[in-house]
């Protein structure tokens, strides 16, 4: 038999020509991972900080078994966060959709010496809404709505989604005053670590909140208020759940406003003082909100300032949009994280993109865009971030520290450097406003502040996760030498003594806990570390 030979020269365009279908064939299958959505849960057995006793199956066996009148969506297994950090083994998993079902789940834990937590979309990062061998409430069942128009208050049940809130006041014409920037948070999540976002007047949620109903551990419920049992409103807004189970709330809310949303870049150290001059006490202002860049040419710089300019509009306000393919955004997000090139990649698309394919609203084409983009704050708020999901075997996580207007430059530096020298992977900086609490007794602002919202992505080991762990402490430590704070929904990495330098009523807090809740029934990881 003859053997095949090929010239030299054809030799070396086959080997040419392999190396580049294999290049193409591994930068489609990267562009795959990068771009597509997930299509199951991610699941994660890695924990940290490494616990085997939190993943060890509960062994707990009843006595009399459950009756009829508690329904358990899963008995045994286990639960995790948004994080993926935190695999738990739990009791169970108990289905609510009425006050009644908490009742009877409460009834059941306290004759079998069990503990109780409650839990919406579970976004905390520490551990705020599980424990091990708990009984945990799934409240997203529980999610009702009444409006009282003529006042512009809405009531709603604890388990309902800033989304389905949304919705439900769209067709009325009306917005949501404050709630997270994204709109997959329960309700109650909200109420339990009086959260914040892109609405700087009012900032916090507490302001906004008219009353809250609360069932004790003891199943009796309780209306509280500024004015009806203020003890339990200041503890339960921000309380993490500790002091009992929200129920529902009667809320501010507004016109759904027409703003027109422009973009304003400057530098970091310019911010507050362009804060203090053009938005700090200005009414034409909707919403606002700042983004500092991690591009490798302008890092932790260049910041880019989103003002929302109330204006009047023609004609009913449009109707929220379903949000469009998100395939785009999440491969330049997850590109972001692998390096230089995908940091500049998203920075200049931001700067230069977003605003051309922005579905801004039209007023018969009498704005260009280069004037103003307008945009409904139901709509703008509107943001479910699903391009956030993915299916890479990594973890995006939260930080977000409080620093006061002054300090703003100090922070930032500080914070460039801890990144640095720890070889964090920072992926976005978000800077809210939020102002002195005199509401809530475990508040994060003793005066006006700088919220800064920290985007860090990790790998599912333990060399990435100590360094998260290292700089969590490095930046808390920063913040509150600039007579700062951090936010506790987080990863439980700061110290006891960290923990009352930055909240010095948590004592106060944790006794008054014991009072309100003296069998201890509800419980959290946060509480366990820190409260006893």
């Not at 709603?156 to 014409?173: C, I």
């Not at 360094?467 to 936010?487: P, S, V």
């Amino acid at each position: 038999m003859q053997e095949t030979t090929f010239p030299s020269g054809r030799r070396r365009w086959l080997i040419a020509l392999f190396l580049v279908v294999s290049l193409a064939a591994a930068a489609a299958k990267k562009f795959f991972d990068y771009s597509s959505a997930p299509d199951r849960e991610k699941e994660s057995d890695f924990v940290y900080p490494p616990n085997t006793d939190q993943t060890k199956p509960t062994t707990l066996v009843l006595q009399v078994p459950p009756s009829s009148q508690v329904t358990f969506e899963q008995t045994g297994g286990f639960i995790n966060d948004a994080s993926h950090l935190n695999k738990t083994a739990v009791f169970g998993i108990i289905k609510v959709t009425s006050a009644q079902d908490i009742q009877n789940a409460l009834k059941f834990a306290r004759e079998h010496k069990l503990k109780v937590t409650a839990a919406g979309s579970r976004h905390s990062m520490g551990g705020q809404t599980f424990v091990k061998d708990g009984v945990v409430l799934d409240m997203r069942g529980f999610n009702q709505m009444r409006l009282d128009k003529e006042h512009k208050i809405l009531n709603v049940q604890a388990g309902a989604t800033w989304k389905e809130v949304q919705q439900f006041l769209d067709r009325e014409g009306l917005a949501v005053k404050a709630m997270q920037s994204i709109n997959i948070f329960s309700v109650g999540g909200t109420l339990s670590v009086n959260a914040h976002g892109i609405a700087h007047d009012p900032g916090q949620i507490a302001p906004t909140v008219r009353s809250i109903r609360v069932m004790l551990s003891s199943g009796e419920i309780k209306t509280a208020s500024p004015r009806e049992n203020p003890e339990l409103f200041r503890l339960a807004l921000g309380g993490y759940g500790l002091f009992g189970v929200i129920l529902d709330a009667d809320l501010d809310v507004v016109d759904n406003e027409v703003y027109i949303w422009k973009t304003h870049y400057l530098d970091y150290k310019d911010f507050p003082e362009y804060f203090r001059k053009n938005v700090q006490g200005q009414p034409r202002f909707g919403l606002m909100f700042a983004r500092i860049s991690i591009s490798p040419s302008s890092y932790l710089t260049e910041t880019a300032v989103h003002t929302y300019e109330r204006t009047p509009f023609p004609g009913s306000t449009p109707p929220l949009k379903p949000v469009g393919h998100d395939w785009f955004p999440r491969f330049i997000i997850n590109f972001s994280k692998t390096g230089s090139l995908g940091r500049w990649a998203r920075w200049e698309l931001e700067k230069k993109a977003e605003p051309r394919v922005y579905p801004c609203i039209s007023r018969n084409e009498a704005m260009s865009r280069e004037e103003g983009c307008l945009v409904s704050r139901n709509q703008e708020m509107y943001d479910s971030m699903d391009y956030l999901e993915n299916r890479l075997r990594d973890t995006d996580t939260l930080q977000e520290y409080f620093v006061p207007h002054e300090k703003m430059a100090l922070f930032v530096d500080g914070l460039r450097n801890i990144v640095k020298t720890n070889g964090a992977n920072l992926i976005n900086v978000t800077i809210r406003i939020v102002h002195k609490d005199d509401i809530t007794t475990l508040n994060y602002a003793k005066q006006d502040m700088f919220a800064y919202v920290l985007y860090f992505n990790q790998k599912f080991n333990e060399r990435e996760s100590r360094i998260l762990q290292k700089t969590t402490t490095d930046l808390i430590d920063l913040a509150l030498g600039l007579e700062g704070t951090y936010y506790l929904p987080y990863q439980l990495f700061y110290s006891k003594e960290q923990l009352r330098k930055a909240y010095p009523r948590i004592d106060e807090f944790f006794a008054a806990k014991r009072a309100y809740d003296p069998g201890e029934l509800f419980t959290n990881k946060f509480y366990e570390k820190y409260g006893r």
